[in-house]
Nanobody, 125 residues
Framework: QVQLVESGGGLVQAGGSLRLSCAAS????????MGWFRQAPGKEREFVAA????????AYADSVKGRLTISRDNGKNLVYLQMNSLKPEDTAVYYC??????????????????WGQGTQVTVSS
């Protein structure tokens, strides 16, 4: 099992930036991919971005392409989500997730085995 702890959320004005971090611990050597998902009030959890733990390949939801960037630091077991040009519709709880299997679709929450508790991001207009 992998334990995940998110940090870096907060309140920001529209057009501003935030960087989220996710610290992984435990059986991190089993990780194949890391993802970020978000859930806004009254809405279902949705895919934001994902990164391959070994190769570094990335995937993004269309709604965040060009504004959000996922990256990783394998040596420190950290994953980041740099968020620029934030919009009020980006307001949500952001969750970090770790997957231990290969060949699955990054954008599906069922791909991931371990989840963090989430960090709140609020973008004011």
């Amino acid at each position: 099992q992998v334990q995940l702890v998110e940090s870096g959320g907060g309140l920001v004005q529209a057009g501003g930036s935030l960087r989220l971090s996710c610290a992984a611990s435990g059986r991190t050597f089993t990780m194949s991919a890391m993802g970020w998902f978000r859930q806004a009030p009254g809405k279902e959890r949705e895919f934001v971005a994902a990164i391959s733990w070994s190769g570094g390949g990335t995937a993004y939801a269309d709604s965040v392409k060009g504004r959000l960037t996922i990256s990783r630091d394998n040596g420190k077991n950290l994953v980041y989500l740099q968020m620029n040009s934030l919009k009020p519709e980006d307001t949500a709880v952001y969750y970090c997730a770790a997957g231990r299997r290969y060949g699955l679709r990054y954008e599906l929450s069922s791909t991931y085995d371990d989840w963090g508790q989430g960090t709140q991001v609020t973008v004011s207009s």
